[in-house]
Each structure stands twice: as C-alpha cells, then as structure tokens.
C-alpha cells in the first residue's frame, strides 16, 4: 500500500511538471508573437527545459529542446511577414545553438547524477553488508570462545588424571592438544579485540610504566618458543648498552601484547640457531623498541600492507598466522600516540619497532 502511494504521488509530481513546462513554453512563445522578430525572447525556453531535465524522461526533454528550438525559429517572421535582418536571423541562430547546448548539458548532467545515485546506493550497500559481516564474525568469535574454554578444562582433568592414569605417550598427545586449543583461543581473542577495537576504540588505563621492564618479562615468557625454534633472544639498551629506564605512559598488558607479537613473529619467521634482538632505545621525546631478526626480509611492496588487518603477504615470512597480529599491535601503538613501522634489515633479516612518547617519570619522587 505503501509502495502504491508513493508511485501515485510520484506520477502526480511529474505530472504536474510536465503542464509547468508545457504553461512556460505557452507564456515565453507568447512573449515572441506579441514582440517584433528583434526582440529574442526564445533564451526564456532554458528554464523549462531545464525543469524538464530534473524531473522528466530524457525522451520529454528532448523533445521540448527540438520544440524550443524550432519556435525561436519559426518567430523570425512570426507574428508578421517582414523583411528581417541578417543580424536577426544570426541573433536567432546563436539563441536555438544556446538551447541545445543547454539540453545537451542538462542531460549530461542528468547522466551524471544518475551515476553518482547508483555509486552512493551500491557503498551503502557494501556497507551495510560490511557492517553485517563483522557483527557475524564478532558474534561467532564470541561464542566460540565457551566451547574452546570447556576443552581446554577437559584436557586439563585428563592430564591431571582426574578420569584414570594417563601413559606418558598419552600425555605427548594431550599436550599437543593443549597447545593446539590455546592457539585457537589466542586468535579468538585476538579478532575478538580486534572487531571491539575498531567498532569501541581501545580504552587504556594509562600509567607510568617501563619498557625495559616490560620487555624483559615477555622475554621471559617467550623461552619456551625460542628453545622449541632454537632461537636465541638477546637485549640490548641502546648505544651505551646498559640497562636503563624507557618510561612511558600505557598500559602494561596491552604493551606486553604488543613485545610479545612482534617477538612471536621474529622468532617464527628466524632460521634455527639464530638470534633475535630486542633493542631498546631511550630518547628526549620518544622511546623506541626494535625488533631484529635474520630470516628472508621483507619485500618492498609488501612493506606498506604489513599492518592491514588480515593481510596475507606473499613472503615466506607471512606463511603463518592469521594476519591479526600486527594490525592488533598497531591498533594498541597508535591508541598510545605512538607508531609502529617494519623495515629491512642489513644484510638480511627485518626489524619491526614501534615509539611512544617519553614520559617523565622518576620513581624516587613517587609516593
């Protein structure tokens, strides 16, 4: 019913403008017949064309730019029989060339119009499917949480022997299926913060803290990973390579998730027996944390994309992951007001690092 209304008062709308127009073409041919030839009133068929263009087919605007132009014609000897003037038929001629160039960039722009509507209806609809997807996704990651959570409490009773004795061959396979549900669960939560971070913003509880302290204790908790890699992980503290401050302002867990992604991703992407650098560098305005490994680099076109969320590079490097990481870990930098960059390393290998701005902080003043 709604539908019908709408098209009832859309064919009364153009209906009412098409006897508008025919009205002024009636009162500007008037004006022709009441003046001598001289007098070109024909310039006045613009306006209707024009009204025509905006609100009538393009087959009706045609047609009254063909109608206009043969009436500023025709009113060279209407309303009388004359001699007439060079000069009028010329003034006659560029008044009907003025008409089509009006209808003919009237309907270009009609044209035009019409494209943009089709490119503004098709965004919104991408969009709007965009939007729908990601409320989809967010929802899904959501729940797959619960499952995830009760296997891992599962194989946990079972390693714990809560169910009988479990053979040590069996506990090799519920280790591997430990290690295989925390993955899972580290990238559920991972694209869960990922989708809140962009639909909320990240929200920080911002205080004092030092990346060198930070850095150590993710290092700490990345031996495992470096042993089962044969990796080794070394830290250094700039150029006079003594331990110092790096005081920031953040939040420790966000910060630690950030080390511990791009440390996750150095190691990974390092040949066995290498080594991993931490180098952190204390600056008046800034401080800086770089991470250098010596696996295949980077190549350069992929260098602006690192950081897209879910980017898959082609490198051997982007071989794993779920292309989370780094978008995380820059969502969490620039939350800072900080930046977050990769570059290749000299000879080989990459260095990923990020800078936040320097806090001055001093323990010994704190209460």
């Known amino acids: 019913m709604l539908q019908f209304q709408r098209a009832f008062h859309s064919r009364d709308w153009h209906l009412r403008t098409f006897w508008l127009v025919v009205g002024l073409f009636v009162v500007v041919f008037s004006l022709e017949l009441a003046t001598p030839p001289e007098y070109v009133f024909g310039y006045l068929y613009i306006g209707p064309i024009l009204l025509a263009s905006a609100h009538l ?36 001629v560029i008044a009907t060339l003025a008409l089509v160039v009006t209808g003919v960039l009237s309907d270009r722009n009609r044209l035009y119009q019409k494209t943009v509507l089709q490119q503004q209806a098709k965004l919104e609809a991408q969009e709007k499917l965009a939007s729908i997807r990601e409320d989809f996704a967010s929802a899904l ?75 150590e204790a993710v290092k700490a908790t990345m031996t495992d990973l470096a042993a089962s890699r044969r990796v080794h992980i070394s830290l250094h503290y700039g150029a006079s390579d003594f331990r110092q401050f790096l005081w920031v302002k953040g939040e420790a867990l966000q910060l630690e998730r950030v080390m511990a992604n791009l440390l996750t991703n150095a190691i990974n992407h390092s040949p066995r027996g290498e080594r991993v650098e931490v180098v952190l560098e204390a600056g008046s305005s ?39 990481g780094l978008y995380l870990s820059r969502q969490i930098v620039e939350a800072h007001g900080g930046t977050i960059w990769a570059e290749n390393r000299q000879p080989t290998g990459a260095i990923f690092a990020f800078r936040l701005p320097t806090f001055p902080y001093n323990p010994s003043f704190s209460v």
């Open 286 to 324: 800034c401080q800086t944390v770089k991470v250098k490994d010596s696996g295949a680099g980077i190549k350069p076109d992929e260098l602006p994309h690192l950081f897209e969320r879910f980017y898959q590079g082609q490198s051997d490097r982007q071989a794993k992951g779920s292309g989370l």
């Open 141 to 215: 990651t959501h729940d797959l949480k619960t499952p995830l959570l009760g296997a891992i409490e599962t194989l946990k009773a079972f390693q714990h022997g809560s169910f009988g004795l479990i053979e040590p061959n069996q506990q090799k396979v519920l280790a591997t299926m430990m290690r295989s549900h925390k993955t899972t669960l580290q990238i559920v939560e991972t694209l869960l913060d990922v989708y809140r971070n962009d639909n909320e913003g990240l929200q920080l509880n911002l205080v004092p803290i030092d990346l060198v302290e930070i850095a």
């Open 57 to 92: 087919s393009r087959k009706l605007t045609f047609q009254a730019t063909l109608i206009a132009c043969v009436l500023t014609l025709i009113n060279v000897w209407l309303p009388g029989i004359a001699t007439v003037e060079v000069s009028t038929i010329a003034s006659r």
